[in-house]
């Protein structure tokens, strides 16, 4: 008897001389690959639909856990996504007054550093009224 036939359980189907040869077939010689957002989404979808997360996962070769967060990421954004308000042309306004404050701060600014240089550390002479 040889070596591997000694290992191998009574009954075990043989195994073919080139098996573990070429691609691997485990998740643990499998190189960790990378989705896309499409992909995922689409993983999460049917999550959503009700497919068993370990079936899913098994078939992407994914963890449950990772899988699982990607549901949960998914749900918070699509969550996120219907509380924000809708835009409208008041935002725009709104946005463009905000930068015309802005502009008019600055100058505010520029202007009270320009009067400090000028006076030169001494206020402006009082004028008197001319009735």
Do not use: C, Y
């Not at 999460?44 to 098994?58: H, I, M, Q, S, Y």
């Not at 990772?66 to 946005?95: F, N, Q, T, V, Y």
């Amino acid at each position: 008897m040889n070596e591997e036939q000694e290992r191998k359980p009574e009954g075990a189907p043989e195994r073919a001389h080139n098996a573990g040869a070429g691609a691997p077939s485990g998740a643990e010689a499998r190189a960790p690959q990378r989705f896309s957002a499409q992909r995922k989404l689409t993983a999460v979808t049917r999550l959503l639909r009700g497919e068993p997360l370990e079936v899913v996962a098994r078939e992407l070769n994914v963890t449950v856990a990772r899988l699982s967060e990607w549901r949960d990421r998914a749900l918070a954004g699509a969550a996120a996504a219907i509380k924000e308000r809708e835009r409208d042309e008041r935002d725009e306004e709104i946005a463009r007054l905000k930068a015309k404050v802005g502009e008019i701060t600055m100058a505010n600014e520029l202007l009270e550093e320009k009067i400090v240089a000028l006076e030169g550390k001494r206020p402006l002479a009082w004028r008197r009224s001319r009735r």
